[in-house]
């Protein structure tokens, strides 16, 4: 069957049916799989890109941090921390639109010294940059590298005008180029459609990404986005489940913005197909306390059981 009817038929199918079809898909091709990953804000502020939704954008005045490469000796004990709250993947991510050389050598010096000394799995998420400068930080440790498409290629010139979706799309590609895992994803709750987000889901599922984060936005005060009504959770519990059935093997990791949104239906998000969380904050946010995700993360699999 042609992929844009089925998805068409999804569309069509009462909410009930489509979670339903959603949690067979995880558990046919995921089984109980839950994963957590953590990351570290290890270069604040002052980026040159536009990102509506962003903080930490240098074209809105607002109360993210500045501060620049955070040393080793930090990245390490939050890599052991994240560790210790039971990631399996802890990633660096740094502001701005990519690296300089001398950047990069910084960064795989970081990476080398977290290999040594924690035992997780290391994830960076740098901006725009080139197969080489992906290569050698795969060569220090890095294992996958994370990506936003954000939203789909129709609506992104409402997103970012600084660079493309082009520009994202050949730094994933450069990623896969160099050996490296890809972990991309999105925003729910940028004023997309619900066919811009299908659109993104099969832009990934064409690219052939390892792992899909998916984030809901945050009217962060003093962006552009600031005032923005949050999707339905509805909407966003349909959505969720649609990635699934078009993503049925990859892990799908709800990060960013789920307390806000989804409340009290968080699970429904799972049953929709879910199966990983960021967990420990996200760059200028606080997420919710790791033992509650941790307990929340074990009753979940006992019912997909």
């Not at 898909?25 to 040159?48: E, L, Q, T, Y």
């Not at 994240?82 to 993947?89: E, I, M, P, V």
């Not at 949104?261 to 199966?275: I, P, Q, R, T």
Request: hydrophobic share 40%; proline share 4%.
């Amino acid at each position: 069957m042609n992929m844009q009817v089925e998805v068409e038929q999804w569309r069509q199918l009462p909410t009930a049916e489509l979670l339903a079809r959603a949690t067979a898909a995880k558990v046919a091709h995921r089984r109980d799989s839950f994963s957590f990953c953590s990351i570290i804000n290890a270069k604040s502020g002052k980026c040159s890109e536009d990102c509506r939704y962003c903080a930490q954008s240098s074209h809105y005045r607002t109360e993210a941090p500045i501060y620049p490469l955070k040393d080793s000796e930090e990245i390490v004990a939050a890599a052991q921390a994240a560790k210790d709250s039971g990631a399996s993947r802890f990633s660096l991510v740094t502001s701005g639109r990519g690296l300089t050389a001398t950047e990069i050598e910084e960064l795989a010096d970081r990476i080398e010294t977290v290999r040594r000394q924690v035992d997780i799995k290391l994830c960076g998420s740098f901006g725009i940059l080139d197969r080489d400068a992906l290569q050698r930080l795969k060569e220090a440790g890095m294992s996958r590298y994370h990506h936003n498409l954000e939203t789909s290629e129709h609506f992104f010139p409402q997103v970012t005008t600084t660079h493309s979706f082009a520009d994202r799309v050949a730094t994933i590609r450069a990623a896969r180029d160099a050996g490296l895992e890809v972990c991309a994803g999105g925003i729910f709750g940028l004023g997309e459609s619900e066919a811009d987000r299908i659109a993104m889901a099969l832009s990934l599922r064409e690219l052939a990404v390892d792992s899909v984060p998916l984030n809901f936005l945050i009217p962060l005060p003093g962006t552009p986005m600031e005032g923005t009504e949050p999707l339905p959770v509805r909407e966003v519990i349909r959505s969720v489940a649609i990635f699934r059935l078009l993503l049925p093997t990859v892990c799908i990791r709800l990060a960013g913005g789920r307390e806000v949104v989804l409340e009290d239906f968080l699970a429904a998000a799972f049953m929709a197909g879910a199966d990983g969380m960021m967990i420990g904050g996200y760059l200028t946010q606080r997420g919710r306390s790791v033992e509650a995700d941790r307990k929340f993360a074990r009753e979940m699999q006992k019912l997909w059981a």
